[in-house]
């Protein structure tokens, strides 16, 4: 809840669900949100510390934190999850749809499968994990605030090596795609009280920008008008913003955290 001058913003009694939040940038935003007070409820894929890591989260801020175990693109599974999560923890009045994965391979080589593995966990598991939390906000008659993860990605195409260009292909449509995909959810639901946004990020280092060759990254670094990737915990305060009351006014729109990559 935003209480009175500073900007303060605190979730205490309330819980936020982060998807993918037991690395990289989700588990950035999983300490952001147990730091703000909220009750955190972790779904991951199959790594084998995620309840550990997700449990010394939850001793570190003094909040209830749990991890589950859920392929996001598993329709059932998903939504027996969040009901399973609501039961435990309560009160869920934030997501942030983050779980995504890329496939990297020249065009040429991609395959059904491929796009398959990048398109149903990126815009099916988005899907999936959205409507099943909207379902529960719309039956309890309760208001809440999703960010979805995209990327710059679904804007403009980054190449790995100029001369020999890798583009990841479906990843980056995939994010077009689920950056669109918020826009009409956040247009259906509206009425509800529920709002829907897309948080966008440029580069930054995870195990997702681990493949790049080290002169590719430090030269797609210097392209940057900041000159460095980023650190997940950067992502923080723009989820943090949105899923707060002092965005109440924001819905569909697309948030670049990007280094200023978009500026040209
Ligand atoms: P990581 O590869 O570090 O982590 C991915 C996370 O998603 C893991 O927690 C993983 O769980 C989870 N996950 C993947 N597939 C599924 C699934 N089907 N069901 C449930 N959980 C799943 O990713 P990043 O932190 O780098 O990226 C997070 C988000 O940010 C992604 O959507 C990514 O596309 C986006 N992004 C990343 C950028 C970057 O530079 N890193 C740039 C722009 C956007 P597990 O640990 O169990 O495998």
Redesign the pocket.
């Known amino acids: 809840m935003v209480s009175g001058a500073g900007f303060v913003i605190k979730f205490t009694n309330q819980c936020v669900i982060v ?8 588990y950035a935003f999983t300490r952001a949100v147990a730091g703000a007070g909220a009750n955190v409820a972790v ?5 084998p510390d ?1 309840e550990a890591v997700v449990e010394s989260v939850g001793k570190e801020f003094g909040v209830k934190a749990k991890a589950y175990k ?4 598993n329709s059932e599974l998903i939504e027996k999850t969040i009901r399973q999560i609501e039961k435990d923890m309560g009160n869920i009045t934030g997501l942030i749809a ?5 496939v990297v391979k020249p065009a040429l080589e991609l395959t059904q499968k491929d796009f398959n593995y990048v398109y149903d ?2 815009v099916f ?1 988005v899907f999936n994990t959205c409507r099943s939390v909207a379902k529960l906000w719309i039956e309890n008659k309760t208001k809440g605030s999703m960010v979805v ?5 679904s804007q403009i195409i980054n190449v790995t090596d100029v001369a020999s260009p890798l583009t990841q292909v479906f990843y980056n449509s995939s ?1 077009a795609a689920v950056s669109n995909l918020v826009k009409g959810m956040a247009a259906e639901w509206a009425s509800n009280g529920i709002r829907v946004n897309t948080l ?5 280092n ?4 681990q493949h790049m060759d080290k002169k590719i990254r430090d030269n797609q670094a210097r392209q940057l008008p900041l000159k460095r990737f980023a650190e ?1 915990e950067e992502m923080t305060g723009q989820a943090i913003l949105l899923l707060s009351d002092y965005a109440s006014y924001m819905t569909g729109g697309e948030y670049f955290v990007d280094g200023g990559q978009l500026i040209y």
Do not use: L
């Open positions: 998807t993918g939040g037991n690395r990289g940038i989700g779904i991951y894929r199959s790594h995620a859920c392929d996001v693109s983050n779980a995504g994965v890329s966990t990126n598991g993860t995209s990327s710059m990605s994010k966008s990020p440029g580069y930054v995870t195990d997702q920008t997940a």
